[in-house]
T-cell receptor, first 115, second 113 residues
Framework: NAGVTQTPKFRVLKTGQSMTLLCAQD?????MYWYRQDPGMGLRLIHYSVGEGTTAKGEVPDGYNVSRLKKQNFLLGLESAAPSQTSVYFCASSYSRQGDTGELFFGEGSRLTVL | GDSVTQMEGPVTLSEEAFLTINCTYTATGYPSLFWYVQYPGEGLQLLLK?????DKGSNKGFEATYRKETTSFHLEKGSVQVSDSAVYFC????????????FGSGTQLTVLP
């Protein structure tokens, strides 16, 4: 059982380049999330989705776009990377609201460096 | 807005020492409270939770009690092991909230043999 899988795990970009992080979950979860983790700041929510075809902004959405075309996949895009986007990115998923326990299932993270 | 404040790390302890990591929160209403743990090179995983005042969450020898009067959810373990070395995150959420968890900044714990 793979759970939540993120690709790629590491990436180095130059300023202005674009890239997409892919998150896939095999637990049939409705909710999916993208967080970024920075030293001393914990995890901050970038965007989230409450179901296929839906997306919403989180705490720090600027400079990112997302898409949820399929229930199992949640893509995070950087159109024009900036050094401030150097971070570790985590995807997570959870059960639907009706069965909400507050438990998120996380991927292993994607380390992005923007030069 | 809602927020979670954790004691600053890093925390370094010897094996079998007692552990306390402080966590306080600010929120409108009564959230559910969580501790997540992140082992090196891995994503976060749920350690324990409490959904109402005076509830005690426990798992793997760790425990935390939801204190409404002090808005706190301190993590404790009576005897830590080297394998407990990780980053610990306190978090809150409101049932039915699509935005889910608000995390604290994390506390790095290192346990020395």
């Amino acid at each position: 059982n793979a759970g939540v899988t993120q690709t790629p795990k590491f990436r180095v970009l130059k300023t202005g380049q674009s890239m997409t992080l892919l998150c896939a979950q095999d637990m049939n979860h409705e909710y999916m999330y993208w967080y970024r983790q920075d030293p001393g700041m914990g995890l901050r929510l970038i965007h989230y989705s409450v179901g296929e075809g839906t997306t919403a902004k989180g705490e720090v959405p600027d400079g990112y776009n997302v898409s949820r075309l399929k229930k199992q996949n949640f893509l995070l895009g950087l159109e024009s990377a900036a050094p401030s986007q150097t971070s570790v990115y985590f995807c997570a998923s959870s059960y639907s609201r009706q069965g909400d326990t507050g438990e998120l299932f996380f991927g292993e993270g994607s380390r992005l460096t923007v030069l | 807005g809602d927020s979670v404040t954790q004691m600053e790390g890093p925390v370094t302890l010897s094996e079998e020492a007692f552990l306390t990591i402080n966590c306080t929160y600010t929120a409108t209403g009564y959230p559910s409270l969580f501790w997540y743990v992140q082992y090196p090179g891995e994503g976060l995983q749920l350690l324990l939770k409490a959904t109402k005042a005076d509830d005690k969450g426990s798992n793997k020898g760790f425990e935390a009690t939801y204190r409404k009067e002090t808005t706190s959810f301190h993590l404790e373990k009576g005897s830590v092991q080297v394998s407990d070395s990780a980053v610990y995150f306190c978090a809150l959420s409101f049932k039915g909230s699509a935005r889910q968890l608000t995390f604290g900044s994390g506390t790095q714990l290192t346990v020395l043999p």
